[in-house]
Structures are given as structure tokens and as C-alpha cells.
């Protein structure tokens, strides 16, 4: 800790001293957040709104990396996008959870959304262990499957010390499989034999991003969406918890094999701060609104950071089995918890 603030100082003293380095360090920053703007106009497009900015930004990132390269001279500033972007962005996240509706109304969905957790990071590193694929990415998948996606995924990579490409390829993977799942719950809703409430809670439960669960949930019907996000809601709370377990796990471990444990991601307590302000503050909704759309953007900016370092020849060679353990996984969690609600309902 004290290495790293450290070094930190001497970062921000050179930055004082030398203003071209200061300059290119903007444009970085800039960069990135110009590669966001346009994920984010794409991601309203008719059809590609299907996958949403955050893909479209990370997509965008990789081809560029692939196509003309990465850009070195302005490095610092699309590392600090990367690494400190994403920090805020999840502490402006945390206004989206309304603790109190999930520990007031969603007692039970807890509960279920607790075992849809274990039962996804159990099952894709299983899989990822008879599969031999990356077990370092497997657990991002794993833990994004379970609890809320790519911000799930941008939340504990600090804590487990992920590099930036497997962070990228995760949350990419997350998004766009997250779609497809999306899509394929609207096209099987008049064929299930379950209400609008028990489809929209399903979707809540199984889907990756609060905006697969939305828009699966929204055909159902703006009366019964409240329901689908409150189950997802209850497993963005449930993020708190095991971001803690498993700072444990790495310091723990880190000890173990003699070396530095994980620090105390801090970029937590502004979290679960700012789920307290959101709960329990009188903040105006459109304000809150302006927040969430400031943190998809910045949390989109991050990913651009962090796509810039995947290289298509290490995504195939890599990420093909994790995939595979994270779509079986996937499909596990949606059968438990469709078959859940169906035999014991809320």
C-alpha cells in the first residue's frame, strides 16, 4: 500500500513537472471517452441496440487495436481510463441499488439469488477445470454470470488482480452472450407455463446486465418489470459481500505463497455509500437518472482502456472453453431458477 501511493505521488509529480507528458496524458483520457461516445451513439442505433454502448465501445477498441495498434504515446492516460474510470464508475453504480426495497420485499429472492451466485462461479470453474481452459478468465465469466455482469466483472477484477485483457474479453463475453440470452427469453415468454411476474423474477434471476433483465422483462408487460429488476437487484446487493470474501481469499492466499496481499478495494465503501445516498436521500429521480447514464458511460470509457489490449489471435486461443464453461453455466442457472419458481414459487 505504501509502494503504491508512492508511487502514485511521483506519477502526479511528473505530470506537474512535465506538461507534455500532462498533455498526452488528456488525450488519453479523451481518447477513450471519444471511443464511448460513439459505442454509446451506435448502442441507439435500431438493431445494434441489441448489444448496447459498453459492447459496442469494446468492440470498436479491439478492432482499432487489431487494425492500426496500440496507441503509446498517450498510454498513461488510457491506463488511468482503465483503472480509475472504472473505480468511480462502480461507485456511481452503487445509486441503482435501492437497498432497502431488496432487504424489505426481496427476502426470499435473496435467497434465491444467493444460490444462482454459487451455483454459476461453482459451475464454470468446474467446467473450466475438465474443459483446461484460463482460470483466471473462467472466474471473471463465472462471477459476472452470477451477479450482474460486466460491472460484476469490473468490480472484482482490482480485487483479484486481473490483468486489463481478460477483464476486456470478460465483459465483452458477458455482454454479448448476455444478449443472445436476452433475445432467446422473449422469444420463449408465450410458450412457458408461468405468469408475467414468475417470466419477469426468471429473468431477473438468470440474465447477466440489468438491461438483459429490462428488456426480456419489458415485453411482459411496465407493470411486472419492477419485479424482474428487483431480483436482479438483490444480486448486485449480494456483490458486496463477496467482493469482501474474496479480498479475504487473496490476501489470504497472497500470504500463503509470500506475496503482497490484495488491498482493501476501497472503491467498495463509495459503493455501498452510495447505495446508502441512493436508498435513502431524497434525490430527484431525474438526477438519479443523470448518474446512471454517467456511470454507463465512464464504465464504458474504462472498457475501452482495458479493450485496447485484447488481440483477436489470444481471444481465440484463450477464451473459446471459457466460453463454453460460462454458456453451460448459463444455461444451468436459467433452468434452476425457472424450475425454482415454477415448483416453489416466490
Same mark, same amino acid.
Given at each position: 500500500?505504501?509502494?503504491?501511493?508512492?508511487? =502514485?505521488?511521483?506519477?502526479?509529480?511528473?505530470?506537474?513537472?512535465?506538461?507534455?507528458?500532462?498533455?498526452?496524458?488528456?488525450? $488519453?483520457?479523451?481518447?477513450?471517452?471519444?471511443?464511448?461516445?460513439?459505442?454509446?451513439?451506435?448502442?441507439?442505433?435500431?438493431?445494434?441496440?441489441?448489444? $448496447?454502448?459498453?459492447?459496442?465501445?469494446?468492440?470498436? *477498441?479491439?478492432?482499432?487495436?487489431?487494425?492500426?495498434?496500440?496507441?503509446?504515446?498517450?498510454?498513461?492516460?488510457?491506463? +488511468?481510463?482503465?483503472?480509475?474510470?472504472?473505480?468511480?464508475?462502480?461507485?456511481?453504480?452503487?445509486?441503482?441499488?435501492? &437497498?432497502?426495497?431488496?432487504? =424489505?420485499?426481496?427476502?426470499? @429472492?435473496?435467497?434465491?439469488?444467493?444460490?444462482?451466485?454459487?451455483?454459476?462461479?461453482?459451475?464454470?470453474?468446474?467446467? *473450466?477445470?475438465?474443459?483446461?481452459?484460463?482460470? =483466471?478468465?473462467?472466474? @471473471?465469466?463465472?462471477?459476472?454470470?452470477?451477479?450482474?455482469? /460486466?460491472?460484476?466483472?469490473?468490480?472484482?477484477?482490482?480485487?483479484?488482480?486481473?490483468?486489463?485483457?481478460?477483464?476486456?474479453?470478460?465483459?465483452?463475453?458477458?455482454?454479448?452472450?448476455?444478449? #443472445?440470452?436476452? #433475445?432467446?427469453?422473449?422469444?420463449?415468454?408465450?410458450?412457458?407455463?408461468?405468469?408475467?411476474?414468475?417470466?419477469?423474477?426468471?429473468?431477473?434471476?438468470?440474465? !447477466?446486465?440489468?438491461? !438483459?433483465?429490462?428488456?426480456?422483462?419489458?415485453?411482459?408487460?411496465?407493470?411486472?418489470?419492477?419485479?424482474?429488476?428487483?431480483?436482479?437487484?438483490?444480486?448486485?446487493?449480494?456483490? &458486496?459481500?463477496?467482493? @469482501?470474501?474474496?479480498?479475504?481469499?487473496?490476501?489470504?492466499?497472497?500470504?500463503?505463497?509470500?506475496?503482497?496481499?490484495?488491498?482493501?478495494?476501497?472503491?467498495?465503501?463509495? +459503493?455501498?455509500?452510495?447505495?446508502?445516498?441512493?436508498?435513502?436521500?431524497?434525490?430527484?429521480?431525474?438526477?438519479?437518472?443523470?448518474?446512471?447514464?454517467?456511470?454507463?458511460?465512464?464504465?464504458?470509457?474504462?472498457?475501452?482502456?482495458?479493450?485496447?489490449?485484447?488481440?483477436?489471435?489470444?481471444?481465440?486461443?484463450?477464451?473459446?472453453?471459457?466460453? $463454453?464453461?460460462?454458456?453451460? /453455466?448459463?444455461? @444451468?442457472?436459467?433452468?434452476?431458477?425457472?424450475?425454482?419458481?415454477?415448483? +416453489?414459487?416466490?
Amino acid at each position: 500500500m505504501w509502494f503504491q501511493a508512492k508511487e =502514485n505521488l511521483s506519477f502526479q509529480n511528473a505530470l506537474v513537472i512535465d506538461p507534455e507528458r500532462r498533455n498526452r496524458f488528456i488525450i $488519453g483520457i479523451l481518447f477513450t471517452m471519444v471511443f464511448a461516445a460513439t459505442g454509446t451513439w451506435l448502442g441507439d442505433l435500431p438493431g445494434i441496440n441489441r448489444i $448496447g454502448a459498453m459492447l459496442s465501445a469494446i468492440l470498436l *477498441a479491439v478492432i482499432y487495436r487489431n487494425l492500426i495498434g496500440y496507441p503509446e504515446s498517450i498510454r498513461e492516460g488510457i491506463q +488511468f481510463s482503465a483503472r480509475y474510470l472504472m473505480r468511480f464508475a462502480i461507485v456511481l453504480y452503487g445509486f441503482k441499488l435501492n &437497498i432497502d426495497m431488496v432487504l =424489505n420485499k426481496g427476502g426470499m @429472492l435473496l435467497v434465491y439469488d444467493a444460490m444462482i451466485i454459487v451455483i454459476a462461479i461453482t459451475t464454470t470453474m468446474l467446467l *473450466a477445470k475438465l474443459f483446461k481452459a484460463d482460470l =483466471n478468465l473462467s472466474l @471473471l465469466l463465472g462471477i459476472g454470470t452470477g451477479v450482474c455482469g /460486466a460491472a460484476a466483472i469490473a468490480a472484482v477484477s482490482p480485487i483479484l488482480k486481473a490483468n486489463d485483457e481478460d477483464t476486456a474479453i470478460g465483459a465483452g463475453i458477458i455482454a454479448l452472450i448476455g444478449t #443472445l440470452f436476452a #433475445l432467446t427469453y422473449t422469444f420463449l415468454m408465450p410458450i412457458l407455463p408461468i405468469g408475467p411476474v414468475e417470466y419477469a423474477v426468471w429473468s431477473g434471476m438468470s440474465l !447477466h446486465e440489468i438491461a !438483459h433483465v429490462a428488456a426480456a422483462s419489458m415485453p411482459a408487460g411496465q407493470d411486472v418489470l419492477a419485479m424482474g429488476l428487483l431480483a436482479k437487484l438483490g444480486r448486485v446487493f449480494l456483490l &458486496i459481500p463477496l467482493s @469482501l470474501i474474496l479480498s479475504l481469499w487473496m490476501k489470504h492466499k497472497g500470504e500463503g505463497e509470500g506475496n503482497q496481499s490484495a488491498p482493501f478495494p476501497w472503491f467498495l465503501v463509495g +459503493f455501498i455509500l452510495t447505495s446508502l445516498a441512493g436508498t435513502y436521500l431524497p434525490i430527484p429521480e431525474v438526477v438519479l437518472n443523470d448518474i446512471s447514464q454517467a456511470s454507463s458511460f465512464l464504465l464504458a470509457a474504462a472498457m475501452v482502456g482495458l479493450g485496447l489490449n485484447v488481440h483477436l489471435s489470444s481471444l481465440r486461443n484463450r477464451a473459446l472453453r471459457p466460453i $463454453g464453461a460460462m454458456i453451460i /453455466a448459463s444455461v @444451468l442457472i436459467s433452468s434452476v431458477s425457472f424450475f425454482t419458481l415454477l415448483w +416453489f414459487g416466490l
